[in-house]
């Protein structure tokens, strides 16, 4: 199912001072759970009316009860250490640092719900429709398979693949059962197999890129396997990393256009387009027009407010290569992929929301 949103943002907002406060008491022992949980539903509270004062018609929470983006596969599921791969950042203060996703280290036993905390809140607070994001099970076969580490309990990243399909299915099939109607699965680690770099750091470690992607895309689907379509809509955000404005993957979509849009089953793919790291629309042409793309033209990575003639521009190049009626619109990332956000402010950021919106009402008469 897929509900024709036009506007979207693609999941995370930057965090309240009062809130990144609160977490630091928590984490310091300085305040009790509650409180954390009072401060966080406080500012999901704050956001939703301000994303209903902007007009947006599908709601998120912002991610504001998570650290990272991720870091709730970690803190559900039993087997995770506290070692990390490395990435090479590329933006500002670039360099290599950790990923915030934690190793395995043990095999893995889901002890509770992802997103335990956040969709019974969302039922109740949400002003519309709202959409949960989930990691999808593929992030985990690059982010936190440390040859060393993992590979005494699972061998190959197929073996691990196979029990983190199993988590998320059970979580999605959860989300289903008490009624989200939206759910996003967001897999950065798909922009791997686009990026030259990527793909030959990849082969070194003596696995095929192509065969990699075909694996991940297959236990994705395994995951969305039992969705009832007619009754959710399934996204994917396909991100090139985000964190403090940095990035890590560049590249075309061209590479994995066809398998992606062919095989994946989702019914709106949200692609970041919001720079020349992202190449053109022509890989769009191959995109089912059963489907939707959701543009992701406003940086959320820099202050600089995109102009509306800009956009407008943009979509209608895009539709060169995919109907109008299958485009939407969208912020590239979300705005705070990991808790410290990027390098701009809030003010930044719901400018740019607003402009997503008003854009949206411009080319399709609604958001």
């Known amino acids: 199912m897929d509900q024709a949103y036009r506007a979207e943002h693609v999941g995370s907002l930057l965090r309240p001072p009062e809130l990144l406060e609160a977490r630091a008491a928590y984490v310091e022992g300085r305040s009790s759970q509650r409180q954390l949980r009072e401060a966080e539903d406080r500012a999901i509270q704050d956001s939703l009316q301000r994303q209903r004062a902007i007009g947006l018609g599908i709601y998120s929470d912002g991610e504001l009860r998570r650290g990272s983006w991720l870091t709730d596969m970690a803190e559900a599921v039993e087997g ?53 994001t989930l ?36 979580e999605i099939e959860w989300l289903v059962a008490e009624g989200a109607t939206y759910i996003q699965l967001d897999a950065p680690y798909y922009s791997h197999y686009l990026d030259p770099r990527q793909r030959e750091r990849i082969g070194r470690g003596g696995r095929d890129p192509d065969r990699e992607f075909e694996r991940a895309i297959a236990g994705d689907n395994a995951a969305l396997a039992r969705v009832p379509r007619d009754k959710v809509t399934l996204g994917v955000h396909v991100c090139r990393g985000n964190s403090r404005s940095r990035w890590y993957a560049e590249g075309g979509y061209d590479r994995i256009a066809e398998r992606l849009f062919g095989s994946l089953e989702v019914d709106r793919f949200l692609l970041e387009y919001d720079g020349l790291r992202s190449g ?27 102009s509306p003639d800009e956009l407008r521009r943009r979509i209608d190049e895009a539709a060169r290569f995919l109907p109008l009626e299958n485009l939407a619109l969208s912020p590239q990332c979300g705005f705070a992929s990991v808790a410290s956000g990027n390098l701009l402010s809030t003010e930044d950021e719901w400018r740019k929301l607003e402009l997503v919106v008003n854009t949206a009402r411009q080319v399709w008469g609604r958001p």
């Open 280 to 306: 053109g629309f022509e890989p769009l042409r191959l995109v089912p027009r059963t489907k939707a793309v959701v543009l992701g033209l406003v940086t959320t990575k820099e202050p600089r407010l995109e």
């Open 135 to 170: 990691p999808a099970p593929s992030n985990f076969m690059v982010a936190s398979f440390k040859p060393g580490v993992t590979d005494a309990f699972y061998p190959t990243h197929a073996d691990l693949l196979e029990d983190l399909v199993l988590i998320v299915r059970d």
């Open 80 to 132: 995770f250490v506290p070692d990390k791969v490395i990435l090479e950042w590329q933006g500002p203060g670039g360099g290599a640092e950790a990923s915030t996703a934690n190793v395995v280290g043990r095999k893995l036993r889901k002890v509770h719900k992802l997103t335990a905390e956040e969709l019974p809140f969302l039922k109740a607070a949400s002003p519309g429709p709202f959409k949960i």
